[in-house]
C-alpha cells in the first residue's frame, strides 16, 4: 500500500520562502519520478515541478527560477524549496509519484499539466501567501 506523506507548506508574506517535503512508503521502482502538482481556489490542478530517477528536475515556467526541487536525503523522498513567493503561489500542493520503466511518464516531463497518469497523489498541504 503506498502512501505520500506531505509536511511543510502554511502562510508566508509575498517574497518570503518556504519548503515542502514528501516522503513516499511503500513504495519500490527501479525507476521512479516524485513531482509537485497545485490547485488554487477556483482553479484548475496544475504541474509545478519533478524529479526523475536521473536526479533530472523539471519546473513549469511559472515556478522556474523560484522554485527548487531536490531528493531527500532518504529513499523515496523529495523536497520542494519555494522561494520568492507570490500571492499566486497559494494552492494547495500535492506530491504525485510514479513508477516508470524505459520513459518517465509525460506529467513527468511536464508534458500532462493535470496530472493524468500520476499512480500515486499525496493528501496535499496548504501554501498561502499574502
Known amino acids: 500500500h503506498v502512501q505520500l506523506v506531505e509536511s511543510g507548506g502554511g502562510s508566508v508574506l509575498a517574497g518570503g520562502s518556504l519548503s515542502l517535503s514528501c516522503a513516499a512508503t511503500?513504495?519500490?521502482?527501479?525507476?521512479?519520478?516524485m513531482g509537485w502538482f497545485r490547485q488554487g481556489s477556483g482553479k484548475e490542478r496544475e504541474w509545478v515541478a519533478s524529479i526523475d530517477s536521473d536526479g533530472l528536475s523539471r519546473y513549469a515556467d511559472s515556478v522556474k527560477d523560484r522554485f527548487t526541487i531536490a531528493k531527500g536525503n532518504a529513499k523515496n523522498t523529495v523536497v520542494l524549496q519555494l522561494s520568492s513567493l507570490k500571492p499566486e503561489d497559494t494552492a494547495v500542493y500535492y506530491c504525485?509519484?510514479?513508477?516508470?520503466?524505459?520513459?518517465?511518464?509525460?506529467?513527468?516531463?511536464?508534458?500532462?499539466?493535470?496530472?493524468?497518469?500520476?499512480?500515486?497523489w499525496g493528501q496535499g498541504t496548504q501554501v498561502t501567501v499574502s
Open positions: 504525485a509519484a510514479g513508477c516508470y520503466v524505459d520513459e518517465p511518464w509525460p506529467w513527468c516531463l511536464g508534458r500532462a499539466p493535470r496530472g493524468q497518469g500520476v499512480a500515486y
Open positions: 511503500g513504495y519500490t521502482c527501479s525507476s521512479s519520478c
